[in-house]
T-cell receptor, first 112, second 112 residues
Framework: DVKVTQSSRYLVKRTGEKVFLECVQD?????MFWYRQDPGLGLRLIYF???????EKGDIPEGYSVSREKKERFSLILESASTNQTSMYLC???????????FGDGTRLSIL | AQSVTQLGSHVSVSEGALVLLRCNYS??????LFWYVQYPNQGLQLLLK??????LVKGINGFEAEFKKSETSFHLTKPSAHMSDAAEYFC??????????FGKGTRLHILP
């Protein structure tokens, strides 16, 4: 079974802090994705990556950056956290093509 | 525009009754379709996927979905609801650039 592991289930940070959310997958998937999930808005794509050291902006990249130094690890960075970034963050990975994505359990991030 | 639409943000059924969750996709979306389930405070789990091998797709936990091209629909059904089916369900479609577009989700409530 594919395992996507997100480093924290719950995280509380303060406004202005730099925040790192880590995601690791163990199935050698090329593609990795970061979403945020908010009530009534569904899943919105922040960034994605098709390979090591490459990244593509999703629908809502503002205020975020990513890093993919190794194939199995995809990090989401909040450069200067703001209260409107309080949300559930979901990481996913997939093989290329019309393949389903496999999700981690999510990180519920609160910015105070 | 490419879109996936789920009818009804909340659906309530009695335990033992038929579950029907509706999903329609825009005709511009390639017909690679999925249903995911999300239990509270967890990530998304793949229920089933349509791969064009058969129009009726069986998934986990007794769910199935029927692909109807003429209606651009991919509704999810289960003959008899169980309390453990209470969750949020997402219909999704794979796009040509390896991304997935999600519906807004339907929260299923099971009444005792």
């Amino acid at each position: 079974d594919v395992k996507v592991t997100q480093s924290s289930r719950y995280l509380v940070k303060r406004t202005g802090e730099k925040v790192f959310l880590e995601c690791v997958q163990d199935m050698d998937h090329e593609n990795m994705f970061w979403y945020r999930q908010d009530p009534g808005l569904g899943l919105r794509l922040i960034y994605f990556s098709y390979d090591v050291k490459m990244k593509e902006k999703g629908d809502i990249p503002e205020g975020y950056s990513v890093s993919r130094e190794k194939k199995e690890r995809f990090s989401l960075i909040l450069e200067s956290a703001s209260t409107n970034q309080t949300s559930m963050y979901l990481c996913a990975s997939s093989l290329p093509g019309d393949q389903p994505q496999h999700f981690g359990d999510g990180t519920r991030l609160s910015i105070l | 525009a490419q879109s996936v639409t789920q009818l009804g943000s909340h659906v309530s059924v009695s335990e033992g009754a038929l579950v029907l969750l509706r999903c329609n996709y825009s005709s511009s979306v390639p017909p690679y379709l999925f249903w995911y389930v999300q239990y509270p405070n967890q990530g998304l789990q793949l229920l089933l996927k349509y791969t064009s091998a058969a129009t009726l797709v069986k998934g986990i936990n007794g769910f199935e979905a029927e692909f109807k091209k003429s209606e651009t629909s991919f509704h999810l059904t289960k003959p008899s609801a169980h309390m453990s089916d209470a969750a949020e369900y997402f219909c999704a479609a794979a796009l040509t650039d390896d991304k997935i577009i999600f519906g807004k989700g339907t929260r299923l409530h099971i009444l005792p």
